[in-house]
């Protein structure tokens, strides 16, 4: 020990140090180094200030002679004391002695270099940072990664102008001296990174609270798969939002890490190599917290305007892609000529440019499959070739489309995971095996009749088209107007249909034009002809939608020949409106896979130039269901080519005392994801349409809109994950 006196120690024996004092061990190891004397140096106080001269001196005696350990990779011993330094000992060396200007000394004794920008590590560090003194900014930086700061009580406080204690001082020269277990880890801030922890790292939980940068990282990845607020900046501070989001995320992956509350090599390599889809799908199997993130964003909503059912078009990532959505439903498989590499580049939504179009991308060195539109313009005769391998591996046995008036075999216990708010449901799985189309059917009460309100109003359009192309075979609605009897001015067939599906109103009310539609028709023919197709001999479709007619007496207006089509049948609508969820979404799905069923299955007499006018306007519904549930499991980057046709319908019924929230769609799109591209580079054409009846009784009716417009959006992400795993029951 150097013959240098401790000044103003007040000395006294080791027994003054309390055995449960946080400091204990670092004064034993002074005193083990003979840098204190137990009976000389040790203070009565540990907490008390510490003088300046005090401190100089033990840095002088503990690191003289030594060569300290360098825990920061960042940083090395300069051969040297800089030459500007900022730290000089005050004159009146029996002065008390600051925390910042104690730290920034053992750095100038220990020659660290300093970073030049050190505000940002000081600000993530320490919640009190910024009041670090300009002069000691870089010298607390630098002791800061080289884990020479020690903030008792609390790590994340700093107090740059408060008195250094004994007790500190004492720990503060451990930690330069590098001594390992001398200061409790939870009051040492540390620097490493997520990618630069190594192998043997095991870190308690608890003591992330030291390391800003690490968490930051952390909520970083977390907030990749939303376990950490995506609007929140992240901050490097581990309060509970990101501890329990790392627990979900360990529980999610199954890590034994959500028992031990242990950062480790394998935990640090899954945070790392997170693949946001499949995290994503894994954590939708968690149907309460998915309800409660959709059930949160309805604050604020009603029944008069709910936060996904009233979404709209605008803004919804599929909004430029509607145009495309019957080219995408022609495509058939072609080799592509372009490079993997060129294919790997498309963006997932960007529109085609071409009549070759993206569909897959492989990502595991085989080229990517195209669709491509069939020569022939025939699509009745010439079905396009879809996927050859069968990769929805469904626990049913797939049956071929059924031709008109065929009631299908449905399945009505496989959707037991539906929540029981949805009354009645049925879905439709689509594969192609040997380049033909083959479907599952499955339901719950699928075939129960109902009111399913506005979303039943896609069927006077597509009897619209299959009477236009009875008379026509040639016209295209897109070419065609409506107008009343007398004038001479009419509206366009698919701006008509789209005001009718988005609500938008810029022609007329939904529930009118609707109306309008449906005088095209008797009650009773077109009432017949639904049933001719669906062959759901039980339903009624007879009733109109609560408003006068747009136009009382429509015309159906041929522009090129200056002569009508189809006149109104002069009968009004009245009754009931009570068909199935499976008769809407056989009536879907008959559009959907249109250019792929044979003539005997597909909507009589339709042509698909007028049927893709419908598929557009339905790509406009105000309803985004399927959207968030692409959003919500992280699919937009994985998927090519994606049509979201739909139609909802909502209401409260008096008779029932209920509201009721009906949803119908037809979704296709290619998975893309490379486990699942097949060894002749083949991505999966996911294609399926449903139909979901929801109903809830509570007396509240906005309560009950809002729940519901919830309920439908979380079990649409349901049925996307179920479809996306192939996962049913």
């Known amino acids: 020990m150097s013959d240098q006196s401790i000044p103003s120690a007040a000395p006294s024996s080791s027994s003054n140090i309390p055995t449960n004092h946080w400091a204990q061990a670092a004064f034993m190891v002074l005193v083990d180094r003979k840098i204190l004397d137990k009976t000389t140096d040790l203070p009565r106080q540990p907490d008390s200030p510490i003088s300046r001269a005090a401190f100089m001196t033990l840095l002088e005696r503990g690191l003289s002679d030594s060569s300290p350990q360098l825990l920061s990779p960042l940083f090395q011993r300069s051969a040297a004391p800089t030459a500007t330094s900022p730290v000089t000992p005050s004159s009146n060396s029996s002065s008390a002695i600051t925390r910042a200007e104690g730290i920034a000394l053992l750095v100038e004794h220990l020659h660290y270099l300093r970073p030049l920008v050190p505000d940002p590590l000081l600000e993530a560090y320490f919640d009190d940072g910024s009041q670090v003194p300009a002069a000691y900014k870089s010298a607390i930086a630098a002791a800061t990664l080289a884990s020479l700061v020690v903030n008792y009580p609390d790590v994340r406080r700093l107090q740059p102008q408060a008195p250094l204690t004994w007790a500190t ?142 979404k709209g078009i605008q803004g919804s990532p599929f909004e430029k892609l509607v145009e495309n959505y019957p080219v995408y439903l022609r495509l058939k498989h072609s080799k592509s000529d372009q490079p993997a590499s060129t294919i790997a580049q498309a963006g997932a939504s960007s529109p085609p440019t071409s009549r070759k179009f993206l569909f897959g991308k492989s990502l595991i060195g085989t080229k990517a499959r195209l669709f491509a539109a069939p020569a022939s313009p025939s699509l009745a005769s010439s079905p396009a070739r879809p996927h050859p391998s069968a990769h929805h591996a469904l626990c049913l046995t797939p049956q ?3 031709d008109r008036g065929v009631l299908p075999a449905i399945a009505n216990d496989r959707l037991p995971f539906l929540h029981a708010d949805i009354q009645q449901a049925c879905l439709c799985l689509g594969q192609f095996v040997n380049n033909q ?19 039943t109003k896609i069927i006077p359009l597509l009897n ?147 049927l893709e006018s419908i598929i557009r306007a339905m790509g406009m519904d105000s309803a985004r269901y399927v959207d968030v549930a692409i959003e919500r499991l992280g699919l937009r980057q994985v998927i090519q080519s994606p049509v979201i046709a739909s139609k909802m319908g909502f209401g409260y019924s008096g008779q029932r005392r209920r509201t009721e929230l009906v949803y119908s769609a037809f979704v296709q799109f290619a998975d893309t994801r490379p486990q699942v591209i097949d060894a002749q580079g083949f991505a999966p054409l996911r294609t399926f349409g449903f139909t979901l009846l929801a109903a809830k009784r509570l007396g509240d009716g906005d309560r009950e809109a809002t729940l519901l417009d919830a309920r439908i959006a979380a079990e649409v992400t349901e049925i996307v994950r179920r479809v996306m795993l192939n996962e049913w029951p």
């Open 437 to 455: 189309l083959q479907v599952n059917w499955l339901g719950r009460n699928a075939i129960t009749t109902a009111e399913l309100w506005s979303a």
């Open 464 to 610: 619209l088209v299959s009477q236009l192309h009875s008379k026509s075979i040639q016209t295209d609605i897109d070419n065609l107007t409506i107008r009343s009897g007398g004038r001479s001015q009419g509206f366009n067939v698919h701006d008509l249909a789209v005001d009718m599906v988005n609500y938008e109103y810029d022609i007329s009310s939904s529930n009118a034009l609707a109306a309008m539609f449906k005088l095209f028709s008797t009650p009773q023919t077109l009432e017949t002809w639904l049933k001719s197709i669906t062959g759901n001999t039980q339903l009624t479709f007879r009733g109109n939608y609560g408003e006068s007619p747009f136009l009382g007496s429509p015309v159906l207006w041929d522009k090129q020949s200056k002569k009508p089509v189809l006149e109104a049948s002069g009968t009004r609508h009245g009754g009931p409106n009570a068909i199935s969820t499976y008769d809407l979404t056989r009536l879907v799905t008959m559009l959907g896979w249109h250019p792929h069923l044979p003539s005997s299955a597909q909507l009589p007499r339709a042509q698909w130039k007028s």
């Open 400 to 402: 071929p489309y059924p």
């Open 169 to 310: 001082a004492a720990a503060l020269l451990c930690q330069g001296l590098g001594v390992k277990d001398a200061v409790p880890p939870q009051y040492v801030p540390w620097y490493t990174t997520l990618t630069t922890l190594g192998p043997e790292i095991a870190v308690p939980f608890w003591q992330l609270r030291g390391n800003a940068f690490l968490v930051r990282d952390i909520q970083t990845q977390l907030q990749k798969v939303r376990l950490y607020p995506p609007k929140q900046a992240p901050d490097g501070r581990f309060l509970l939002l990101t501890q329990m989001g790392l627990l979900e995320f360990c529980q999610v992956l199954q890590l034994p890490n959500v028992q031990n509350y242990t950062l480790d090599a394998s935990l640090a390599q899954a945070l790392r190599q997170v693949d946001v889809v499949d995290f994503s799908l894994k954590m939708a199997k968690n149907r309460d917290r998915i309800f409660r993130e959709y059930y949160q964003q309805e604050k604020g909503h009603d029944a008069s305007h709910l936060a996904f059912l009233d």
